[in-house]
């Protein structure tokens, strides 16, 4: 059962892409963060620069500015921007992948899809897990997790914690210690009232804090990240604080016409670095970049509401989804650029000075929608939507410059620019059950990224202030579901055609690391997809599934050496031409009270580009995974490697050259404890 529709379905009845992680998969793939779904899900691909902070592709559709181009929901709500989502996951329910434009129920930056996150809630049975982990590397990572009902079909309450500590896989050759240890505290807490047989209330609180002694490994380019792997030479060194703090209240009320269901919820995260980080990669004191200003600054908030009625479970030939969508988010950025006493190695006329940036951004948003299936026979579904949404935009600038020990200077007061936004998003679809084992499907589906405003930073040729329109996508797919062998083996097969229209394209600034947005492409995508799922033999079972996308740009103006260059028949950043993922395992009794569990994975990563004039590019590459566990009774012990063939490649790379290696080879042992 998948909530892809944000009402329970059948995986296989439902006309849209959809992959599935149980709580089962996830521990025995070790899906520890999101970047780890990459290739498990076809056409997939996830990756960061080495604060987890991660970019996800599927289907081509991708982009690396804060506003994601695939939504990700956690517990139903929306991890409004790159700032404030959870990449670590602990406690999991299971994740499901939706591919393909979703805006029409999951609204914006659900162009590429959705990464619909579950994690374990409270309910009347009592029981919980520990999950000892520990690796190379010094990897240490212990999760503990129990519900239980305080008033038995009244008070319900389930709570996790984890903690996650790790040396890190880079050295620094200026300091000759490691360079990015990372160290995480995560809670997740969820309470449940049952006022009677049809009103509830919910309240979950996540917290996390991750400190990075050393954000950003990175690699001056991909030459050198390959002839020294997992080193590095920087002189500015520092810890990355960063804290996200998520709470949500919903309420489900019954009514035998309808059920109405709402969700409040606020997201916040602080992110600073200690002391100024290293903003040239090298052992000169040439660029550093501040971000201490206090919490009245680079502290994102976000606050989200959701009115949805939906018709009562039942077999009706008519169901529909109604509802409302509101969010309010506050951006205050304030960020410093420092040249140092080497500056003029990067150009620079003066040494010994700082240019900072203030953009103070306010937003707010109001959206409707509705999504109605009608059965006009026995066979055939037809499935339709719509989704309304406005937004509106305010951006405050002001630049300042100030010299070491001097006075600061104004070098642009403070003005400010309003823009307002609207966008719809269609959806149509039509499913036929030619047996109760084979599901055939065709949709379209609109997707919309958000419009903005540029912020300001150093390069005069990218003025602050200019709004830049929303992205759309449009997609077609074909698709069909299968059963065989008295469901032993699953088939699934999509082919889809998608065509992307004032695309975004951001560009980062340097040295300030701003992000400025403008549209100025089009691009189409088109692929195939395979999922196959099956028992071979008893406790024998084989999953592969593969992906192939095309996607390239029908029209990219881009600037090079002072001209503007279109880039027509370029490939897309972060989109592997293919991917393809076979995993196997078998399970077998030794005794009666003895299990053992034998996994192997492969995951085949094609050919990539990071940067939009594709000069920056990883080859096609593969990583195996193992584990074998050992059970009795709740009890497990196992044994995990991940990429135990110590593959080298790039998972990351910034469009000016720098870039992250993927993880190397790590192994350890884990005990589970269930009670």
Not at 23 to 42: E, F, G, M, R, V
Not at 305 to 326: H, L, V
Not at 367 to 381: E, G, I, R, V, W
Not at 507 to 521: E, R, S
Request: glycine residues 8%; aromatic residues 12%.
């Amino acid at each position: 059962m998948v909530t892809a529709q944000k009402t329970q379905t059948n995986l296989q009845n439902t006309p849209t892409s959809v992959s599935v992680l149980d709580a089962q998969d996830l521990q025995n793939s070790k899906i520890w963060y999101t970047d780890n779904l990459s290739a498990i899900t076809p056409n997939m691909y996830a990756g960061h620069s080495g604060d987890y902070r991660t970019v996800n592709s599927i289907r081509g559709v991708v982009t690396t500015s804060y506003d994601p181009a695939v939504a990700t929901y956690i517990d139903g709500v929306n991890q409004f921007g790159l700032d404030t989502y959870i990449a670590q996951l602990g406690d999991l329910e299971k994740v499901e992948i939706l591919r393909g434009p979703q805006s029409t129920l999951f609204g914006r930056n659900a162009t590429g899809g959705v990464i619909n996150i579950t994690t374990t809630e409270s309910d009347n049975k009592s029981g919980g897990y520990i999950d000892l982990s520990y690796g190379n590397y010094n990897a240490q990572r212990y999760v503990a997790s129990i519900k239980t009902a305080i008033l038995p079909n009244k008070l319900l309450l389930s709570a996790s914690g984890m903690f996650l500590k790790q040396d890190g896989f880079y050295k620094n050759n200026f300091t000759n210690s490691s360079y990015d240890d990372q160290t995480t505290v995560q809670g997740n807490y969820h309470l449940k009232y049952n006022v009677n047989n049809r009103l509830s209330f919910g309240i979950n609180f996540k917290h996390q804090q991750q400190n990075n002694e050393g954000a950003f490994p990175l690699s001056d380019d991909a030459s050198g990240a390959f002839s020294q792997p997992f080193v590095l030479d920087q002189n500015a060194i520092t810890q990355m604080r960063d804290r996200t703090f998520n709470a949500s209240v919903s309420a489900k009320y019954y009514h035998p016409q309808f059920t109405l269901t709402t969700q409040t919820a606020y997201q916040e995260n602080y992110r600073y670095y200690t002391k100024p980080i290293d903003g040239d990669f090298s052992p000169f004191d040439i660029i550093t970049v501040i971000n201490n200003y206090g919490k009245s600054y680079n502290k994102v908030g976000a606050f989200t509401q959701e009115f949805r009625f939906a018709s009562p479970a039942t077999d009706s030939d008519f169901s529909w989804q109604i509802g409302a969508y509101g969010f309010l988010q506050d951006d205050p950025v304030k960020q410093g650029t420092h040249f140092g006493e080497d500056a003029r190695m990067y150009g620079s006329p003066m040494t010994n000075f700082t240019s900072i940036n203030t953009n103070l951004g306010k937003s707010y948003g109001l959206a409707t929608f509705a999504h109605l299936t009608y059965k006009m026979s026995s066979k055939l579904d037809v499935t339709a939507g719509m989704r309304y949404d406005y937004e509106h935009q305010k951006q405050n600038v002001k630049g300042e410059f100030v010299p070491d020990g001097g006075a600061i200077m104004v070098t642009r007061t403070d003005t400010s620019s309003v823009a307002s936004f609207n966008a719809l998003s269609p959806k149509l679809a039509l499913s036929f059950k030619a047996t109760t084992k084979n599901f055939l499907y065709l949709s379209y589906s609109r997707g919309f990224r958000a419009g903005g405003i540029s912020q300001l930073s150093a390069e005069p040729s990218e003025p602050p202030l200019v709004a830049y329109k929303p992205e759309y996508s449009n997609n077609f797919e074909l698709g069909s579901k299968n059963t065989f062998l008295n469901k032993k083996l699953r088939l699934n097969l999509a082919l889809f055609y998608m065509r992307l229209s004032d695309v975004q394209v951001p560009t980062l600034i340097l040295p300030d690391a701003i992000t400025v947005t403008q549209n100025t492409g089009e691009l189409n995508s088109k692929g195939a997809e395979l999922e196959l799922s099956a028992v071979l033999l008893k406790g024998l079972r084989l999953d592969y599934n593969f992906g192939y996308t095309s996607a390239k740009y029908k029209n990219l103006i881009l600037e090079n050496q002072g001209n503007n260059v279109n880039y027509k028949n370029n490939a897309q950043i972060f989109t592997p031409r293919t991917t393809s993922f076979l995993g196997m395992q078998y399970q077998f009794g030794l005794s009666k009270q003895y299990k053992l569990l034998a996994r192997g994975e492969w995951k085949s990563i094609g050919k990539q580009y990071f940067d939009l004039k594709n000069t920056i590019s990883q080859s096609s590459y593969n990583i195996l995974n193992a584990r074998l566990s050992l059970k009795s009774g709740q009890k497990e012990l196992a044994l995990w490697g991940s990429n135990i063939t110590n593959t080298r490649y790039i998972s990351y790379a910034y469009n000016f050259g720098a870039a992250h290696l993927g993880n190397p080879k790590t192994y350890g042992l884990s005990l589970i404890s269930k009670f």
